[in-house]
């Protein structure tokens, strides 16, 4: 398995607080990505990041923030969360090889829940 | 925009028959295609991935897929299903924007497969 780790794996907070989520990576690989799975939506795209301190937004970044101050960490916040951010929420990462992408390996996901 | 459409939600089949599940998708620009499964409780797994060359592509547990440009279609096949292929499945498409690297991915096509 490709050396991903998330954390923490469950978590139940409470509306209106904030939450970090943590990707962690050994593989010294370029590109970190933070993706929520909902029913009937698949994998959305919240933000991503192509190197060190380099970030940009996908599709659901609205009430997301993201910081990657190092290679392999890339942090997931939610400034103050909502009942609509309840879900799973899978890193993944991938290389670039020759100018072509590789396929991206994910991590275990983790459930979050907001009451 | 780019987007991934599959075109099931559910496909339910029995053992040992052969079974498609479709996926197309749209972008003006030369994209990569993959198909990940995700099996309950877990993250998800890269079956195959066609970056360029043949059209035709071979991936684990007998899946394969074929790219077609004319269509901008990725549909998966194998030709015999057994249980263990009963898992959620995923089209991806991933192109080179002013970031670097970005995927999105199909709502998913859950697949049964029925003794």
């Known amino acids: 398995d490709a050396g991903i780790t998330q954390s923490p794996r469950h978590k139940v907070t409470e509306t209106g607080t904030p939450v970090t989520l943590r990707c962690h990576q050994t593989e010294n690989h370029r590109y970190m990505y933070w993706y929520r799975q909902d029913p009937g939506h698949g994998l959305r795209l919240i933000h991503y990041s192509y190197g060190v301190k380099d970030t940009d937004k996908g599709e659901v970044s609205d009430g997301y923030s993201v910081s990657r101050s190092k290679t392999e960490d890339f942090l997931l916040t939610l400034e103050s969360a909502t009942s609509s951010q309840t879900s799973v929420y899978f890193c993944?990462?991938?290389?670039?090889?020759?100018?072509?992408?590789?396929?991206?390996?994910f991590g275990q996901g983790t459930r979050l829940t907001v009451v | 925009a780019q987007s991934v459409t599959q075109l099931d939600s559910q496909v339910p089949v029995f053992e040992e028959a052969p079974v498609e599940l479709r996926c197309n998708y749209s972008?003006?620009?030369?994209?990569?295609l993959f198909w990940y499964v995700q099996y309950p409780n877990q993250g998800l797994q890269l079956l195959l991935k066609?970056?360029?060359?043949?059209?035709l592509v071979k991936g684990i547990n007998g899946f394969e897929a074929e790219f077609n440009k004319s269509q901008t279609s990725f549909h998966l096949r194998k030709p015999s299903v057994h249980i263990s292929d009963t898992a959620e499945y995923f089209c991806?498409?991933?192109?080179?924007?002013?970031?670097?690297?970005?995927?999105?991915f199909g709502a998913g096509t859950r697949l049964f497969v029925k003794a």
């Open positions: 066609y970056l360029s060359g043949s059209t």
């Open positions: 991806a498409v991933t192109r080179k924007g002013t970031g670097g690297f970005k995927t999105i």
């Open positions: 993944a990462i991938s290389e670039s090889q020759q100018g072509r992408r590789t396929e991206a390996f």
């Open positions: 972008s003006s620009v030369s994209v990569y």
